[in-house]
C-alpha cells in the first residue's frame, strides 16, 4: 500500500517562505511523477508544481519563480520551496505520487500567509 506523508506547512507573513516536504513509502514504480496540488475554500484542487522521476517540471503560471520543486536523494521524496510567498498562496497543500494511471495523494499540509 502507497502512503504520502507530507510535512512543513504552517502560518507565515507575505514574502516569506516554506519549504514542504513529502516521503511516499510502498511498492512503488520506478517511472513516476510526483507533485503538489493546492486547495483554497470553496476552489477546486489545482496543480503547483510536478517533477518527473528523470526531472522535467510543469509549473503552475501563479508560482513560477517563486516556487521550486526538488526530488530529494531518498527515493519518492519530493520537497516544494516556496519563497515570496503572498497571501493568495493560502491553500492547503497536498502531495501526489502518479504511477501509469494511478494517482495516490497525501493528507495535506495547510499553509497559510498572512498579509
Known amino acids: 500500500q502507497v502512503q504520502l506523508v507530507e510535512s512543513g506547512g504552517g502560518l507565515v507573513q507575505a514574502g516569506g517562505s516554506l519549504r514542504l516536504s513529502c516521503a511516499a513509502s510502498?511498492?512503488?514504480?520506478?517511472?513516476?511523477?510526483m507533485g503538489w496540488y493546492r486547495q483554497a475554500p470553496g476552489k477546486q484542487r489545482d496543480l503547483v508544481a510536478s517533477?518527473?522521476?528523470?526531472?522535467?517540471?510543469t509549473y503552475a503560471d501563479s508560482v513560477k519563480g517563486r516556487f521550486t520543486i526538488s526530488r530529494g536523494n531518498a527515493e519518492n521524496t519530493v520537497y516544494l520551496q516556496m519563497d515570496s510567498l503572498k497571501p493568495e498562496d493560502t491553500a492547503v497543500y497536498y502531495c501526489?505520487?502518479?504511477?501509469?494511471?494511478?494517482?495516490?495523494w497525501g493528507q495535506g499540509t495547510p499553509v497559510t500567509v498572512s498579509s
Open positions: 501526489n505520487l502518479l504511477v501509469v494511471a494511478y494517482n495516490y
Open positions: 517533477i518527473t522521476s528523470n526531472g522535467r517540471t
Open positions: 510502498g511498492s512503488i514504480f520506478i517511472i513516476n511523477t
